[in-house]
């Protein structure tokens, strides 16, 4: 019986070496969240601000990187105004806690801000999702310059 135990363990090892090896898949509702981003990058790049609008609840907030806040029609209306040449995501993670959803990610950009400012850079960002009746919504975003390209 123990050799029996022994060998089972032993024929065991493989799969379970090959199970810890699988890279890990993204749960449906981290990957939708993280889908919305890319929509609200892809939207932004297009200087579509209705489309941003769409993904931002109407009591939405945001502080920019220079510490300005700014309410759902004061983000929908800069998006509109930007020009971007170019924008890229990365470094994104999610964290659930129950209905609410927090991404971080890195954003680096180049082109001109709703307010007519040259951009080249990068910053960090963090948005909040809260599942709404209609789907999920983002009702906060804070980003801060990261120095360096």
Same mark, same amino acid.
């Given at each position: 019986? #123990?050799?029996?135990?022994?060998? !089972?363990?032993? &024929? /065991? =090892?493989?799969?379970?070496?090959? $199970?810890?090896?699988?890279?890990?898949?993204?749960?449906?509702?981290?990957?939708?969240?993280?889908?919305?981003?890319?929509?609200?990058?892809?939207?932004? #790049?297009?200087?579509?601000?209705? !489309?941003?609008? &769409? /993904? =931002?609840?109407?009591?939405?907030? $945001?502080?920019?990187?220079?510490?300005?806040?700014?309410?759902?029609?004061?983000?929908?209306?800069?998006?509109?105004?930007?020009?971007?040449?170019?924008?890229?995501?990365?470094?994104?993670?999610?964290?659930?806690?129950?209905?609410?959803?927090?991404?971080?990610?890195?954003?680096?950009?180049?082109?001109?801000?709703?307010?007519?400012?040259?951009?080249?850079?990068?910053?960090?960002?963090?948005?909040?999702?809260?599942?709404?009746?209609?789907?999920?919504?983002?009702?906060?975003?804070?980003?801060?310059?990261?120095?360096?390209?």
């Amino acid at each position: 019986m #123990k050799r029996f135990l022994i060998a !089972a363990a032993i &024929a /065991l =090892l493989p799969v379970t070496a090959a $199970a810890q090896n699988t890279p890990k898949k993204e749960p449906p509702i981290e990957q939708a969240l993280l889908a919305l981003e890319q929509r609200w990058s892809t939207a932004s #790049k297009a200087s579509d601000g209705p !489309a941003v609008g &769409a /993904l =931002l609840a109407e009591d939405f907030t $945001a502080i920019d990187s220079d510490g300005s806040m700014r309410t759902k029609a004061e983000l929908v209306e800069r998006t509109t105004k930007g020009k971007w040449t170019s924008t890229a995501l990365s470094d994104m993670k999610v964290v659930m806690h129950g209905n609410t959803g927090i991404v971080t990610g890195v954003l680096t950009g180049a082109g001109t801000d709703g307010g007519g400012k040259a951009v080249d850079g990068r910053e960090r960002w963090a948005d909040t999702w809260v599942k709404a009746k209609d789907g999920w919504r983002c009702v906060a975003s804070a980003s801060a310059p990261l120095s360096g390209k």
